[in-house]
Structure formats: C-alpha cells, structure tokens
Nanobody, 136 residues
Framework: QVQLVESGGGLVQYGDSLRLSCAIS????????IGWFRQAPGKEREGVLCASSTGVVTAYSDSVKGRFTISRDNVKKAVYLQMNSLKPEDTAIYYC?????????????????????????????WGQGTQVTVSS
C-alpha cells in the first residue's frame, strides 16, 4: 500500500524558513509526479508546486514564486518543500500528493488547472497534511 507522510511543519515567525518533507512508502518515488498543496482555514485548496517524475517543476501559486522551491530525492524516497521568507498568509495545512506511476508522470499544467475547481483530484493519493503557522 502506497502512503505519503508529511513532516516539518510548525510555528514560525515572519521571515523565517521551514523545510517540509514528504516521504513515500510502499512504492518507488521515481515514477510519480508529486505536488505540494495547501489549505488555509475557510479557503479553497491551493496548488503550490509540483515536480514531475522527470524533474520538471510547475508553479501553481504566484504568491510563493521566489520564496518556495521543490526538490526530490528518489533515493531517499522523499520530496521537499523549502519555504523561505515566510509570511502570515502562508499559514495553512500543507499536503503532498502524487500522480502516477508511469515512466513520465506529469504535473497538471496551470492551463489545465484553470477553470477546473477540482483539478487537484487528478492527484489520487494524498498525505495527511502538516500544519504551518506563521506569526507576524
């Protein structure tokens, strides 16, 4: 059974950094596209970043450009979300999710996501989430 487990969340201050981890078990990570999403209280789920199985990165949120990066370590079977210059509006539960497996598992493009409010359902497997809280 394939499972995802996020870790690394916590309470930080404005301007701090955090690195979230998403570990996959029950499968090799090599053949999955993996995305990071977040959901703040009272708001819709939002895509953050995604890395395809071949390492192509798709950015879904303009608000994190230049501050957040995604990386994957297929040997360690983990994907990371490095978050720098954190702001209170980054406060949310952060989830990782995967698509695949295939030799070329792709992320949903921003064009595909537009106009489809449930586009993230194309990521069928999700972790339980990790809370990130940024104080001002």
């Amino acid at each position: 059974q394939v499972q995802l487990v996020e870790s690394g969340g916590g309470l930080v201050q404005y301007g701090d950094s955090l690195r979230l981890s998403c570990a996959i078990s029950g499968a090799t990570l090599d053949y999955y596209a993996i995305g990071w999403f977040r959901q703040a209280p009272g708001k819709e789920r939002e895509g953050v970043l995604c890395a395809s199985s071949t390492g192509v990165v798709t950015a879904y949120s303009d608000s994190v450009k230049g501050r957040f990066t995604i990386s994957r370590d297929n040997v360690k079977k983990a994907v990371y979300l490095q978050m720098n210059s954190l702001k209170p509006e980054d406060t949310a539960i952060y989830y990782c999710a995967v698509r695949g497996p295939s030799l070329d598992s792709k992320c949903i493009t921003t064009a595909q996501a537009m106009g489809n409010p449930r586009w993230y359902d194309d990521f069928p497997l999700w972790g339980q989430g990790t809370q990130v809280t940024v104080s001002s």
